[in-house]
């Protein structure tokens, strides 16, 4: 290895933006991380101001092999975007959003969060779909897939993908799309941070003004689960759902005698017409008695509910995919969630196809577009030795849940080894991201993610 050009010291004279290191004042709110559990400290944080920052810091990197954690809203559930000893680069304070309401385009700067985004692109009745939270920053989402409300209308997040400017491993900053570095806007599409830093994204953006959405409560019984499931499936590609099978928590507006009973806690948003979407959502309300019924029209970014910057809980999960839920999965999802006692504890079944069905598997690094139906389960825990025993059920339920689709979906998997890594770029996914690796980062600068090593190393398990 050459000897660094650039220290620490010289990196924090020559940024443009802020370098925080151990004993700034700011040092321990920067560190922080969404998910608690990953107390790292950094040799020093950099929140880059522009593209010159971003390719000092790469430089940086690959001068003095430090590790590199790339952070765009800091939600990594495996704790990728901070590092032991290493050199954090954050994007946050890079927040510049150029709306073209016309051509419907949008040029975002990756430091945005999914709800700055939106909240932005509604004032003109418009959206790119991102997940179901506001604070998760559009640099993970985007690079890894992005399944949220407008899934089924719209597709993934890539797939309204346009462009990027990328700067890679060797401190270059590139212009990708279609046309330009067609492998490379390819492998960005799925394929995660493994291939340089995104500086800037080009979205298409759809005509969202207001949705019928929100919240919808109901008992959770084996009958209720599956027929939920079934009319998820059965409804229109305007309706996206996101139902949470969980105790219900103790929030003012659930009846006090349901807190702690299972529920289908559903998030649904009708992407159409208020009188389609109240047809659509009719045959859920009717599955049972709803717990709580907060369907309503509203402004698309009401979707998102506030949220509390101090919360950072500590969960253990895991994700995948199955083909169907009849009554024999519902009994199983209830049966292992009344089995824990974990203070929170979910099994997450989101209904796929529609839009991002269409996509050809082999169009963007994301190959799941026939998957029907992502499963996340999860659980708090409460220190190492109780981590241990969450993480264990977790690993049971999975496997009881097992059906025939053996892939992953990148943005939720967590510390979960190198397998499931490839678990989430199937077959020739995987090979052409892992030549497309070589290309552009022959020494693996960007690890600190869930990896695709470089061909030479990269051996299938
Ligand atoms: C509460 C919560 C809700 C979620 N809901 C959804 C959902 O509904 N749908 C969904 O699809 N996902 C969802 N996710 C998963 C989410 O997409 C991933 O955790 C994602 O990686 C978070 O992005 P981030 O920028 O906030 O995270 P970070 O921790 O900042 O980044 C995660 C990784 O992405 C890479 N990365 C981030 N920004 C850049 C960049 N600009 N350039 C290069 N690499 C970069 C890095 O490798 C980094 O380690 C959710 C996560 C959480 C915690």
């Not at 000893?85 to 975002?108: F, H, Q, S, Y």
């Not at 689960?225 to 229109?236: E, G, K, L, Y």
């Not at 500590?314 to 083909?323: C, K, R």
């Amino acid at each position: 290895m050459q000897a660094p050009t650039i220290s620490i010291p010289r990196l924090r004279v020559a940024a443009n933006g802020r370098v925080i290191v151990p004993g700034d004042t700011h040092y321990d709110q920067t560190r922080t991380v969404f998910y608690g559990g990953f107390d790292r400290r950094p040799a020093a944080i950099v929140r880059a101001a522009d593209a010159t920052d971003v390719a000092r810091v790469v430089q940086f990197a690959r001068e003095t092999g430090l590790e590199l954690a790339v952070r765009s809203g800091g939600h990594s559930l495996a704790g990728h975007s901070t590092t032991d000893g290493g050199v954090v680069l954050d994007l946050g304070d890079m927040k510049a959003l150029e709306i073209d309401p016309r051509n419907r385009t949008a040029w975002a700067q990756t430091g945005l969060t999914a709800g700055e985004y939106t909240t932005a692109a509604a004032a003109h009745g418009l959206a790119t779909g991102f997940g179901d939270t506001a604070s998760v920053g559009i640099g993970g989402i985007t690079l890894g897939g992005g399944i949220g409300y407008l899934v089924r209308k719209h597709g993934l997040t890539i797939d309204d993908l346009l462009a990027a400017e990328i700067v890679t491993a060797d401190a270059e900053l590139r212009y990708v799309d279609a046309q330009r570095h067609p492998d490379l806007f390819w492998a960005i599409r799925g394929g995660g941070g493994n291939f340089g830093v995104a500086i800037r994204f080009r979205f298409r953006l759809h005509q969202v003004d207001r949705v019928l959405g929100g919240m919808l409560m109901l008992p959770a019984s084996p009958e209720v689960v599956a027929a939920f499931i079934a009319q998820a499936q059965a409804a229109p590609e305007e309706l996206s759902t996101i139902a949470n099978i969980m105790p219900a928590p103790p929030l003012p507006f659930v009846p006090p005698a349901q807190h702690g009973r299972l529920v289908v806690m559903a998030l649904m948003a009708y992407a159409g017409k208020a009188e389609a979407g109240e047809r659509a959502i009719a045959p859920f309300r009717v599955i049972a008695s709803p717990i709580v019924d907060l369907l309503r029209p509203m402004p698309y970014p009401q979707l998102y509910p506030p949220e509390d910057d101090s919360y950072h809980p500590m969960t253990v999960g895991t994700t995948m995919f199955i083909d169907r839920v009849d009554l024999a999965v519902a009994e199983t999802i209830l049966k292992r969630l009344e089995a824990s006692d974990a203070a929170v504890r979910v099994a997450q079944l989101r209904v796929l196809g529609g839009a991002m069905a269409r996509v050809p598997a082999e169009a963007t690094a994301f190959a799941h577009r026939t998957s029907r139906i992502m499963v996340n389960l999860a659980a708090f825990y409460d220190g190492p030795q109780d981590r241990a025993v969450r993480q264990a059920w977790v690993a049971d339920f999975a496997a009881a849940l097992r059906q025939g689709d053996a892939g992953a979906y990148v943005n939720f998997l967590g510390d979960e080894g190198a397998a499931r890594v490839q678990d989430a770029y199937p077959g020739p996914t995987w090979d052409r991201l892992v030549e497309i690796k070589r290309r552009y980062d022959p020494t693996n600068l960007f690890r600190l993610n869930q990896n695709i090593p470089p061909a030479t190393e990269s051996p299938r398990v």
